[in-house]
């Protein structure tokens, strides 16, 4: 059973960080590129930042563009979420997701290009 599980979310004030972690399990990805996709209430899912297979290519929102950095340690099977600078307008449970074909470069926007997600991890920034 193929399984992603998100962690590292909570409440940090306006201008702090938090690191999310994504730790996959039951298929390993290493040729996959994964993303960070996030969902506010009442907004639709949106994407946040993408990394290829071997992480040679990283995309991100331009929302977030500067201030987020994502990674991957393959041998741990695993991505990563680095998160500075927040602000309120990223308060929004975040999702990551493995991609769907192998070796694609650059990771997709769409998040029809993911095939396995995981259950989200709640970032709440206060003011």
């Known amino acids: 059973q193929v399984q992603l599980v998100e962690s590292g979310g909570g409440l940090v004030q306006a201008g702090g960080s938090l690191r999310l972690s994504c730790a996959a399990s039951?298929?390993?990805?290493?040729?996959?590129?994964m993303g960070w996709f996030r969902q506010a209430p009442e907004k639709e899912r949106e994407f946040v930042a993408g990394?290829?297979?071997?992480?040679?290519?990283?995309d991100y929102a331009d929302s977030v563009k500067g201030r987020f950095t994502i990674s991957r340690d393959n041998a741990k099977n695993a991505v990563y979420l680095q998160m500075n600078s927040l602000k309120p307008e990223d308060t929004a449970v975040y999702f990551c997701?493995?991609?769907?074909?192998?070796?694609?470069?650059?990771?997709?926007?769409?998040?029809?290009?993911?095939?396995?997600w995981g259950q989200g991890t709640q970032v709440t920034v206060s003011s």
């Open positions: 997701a493995a991609g769907k074909r192998e070796f694609r470069a650059p990771a997709p926007r769409s998040a029809g290009g993911y095939s396995y």
């Open positions: 039951g298929r390993a990805f290493a040729s996959n590129a």
């Open positions: 990394i290829t297979w071997n992480g040679g290519n990283t």
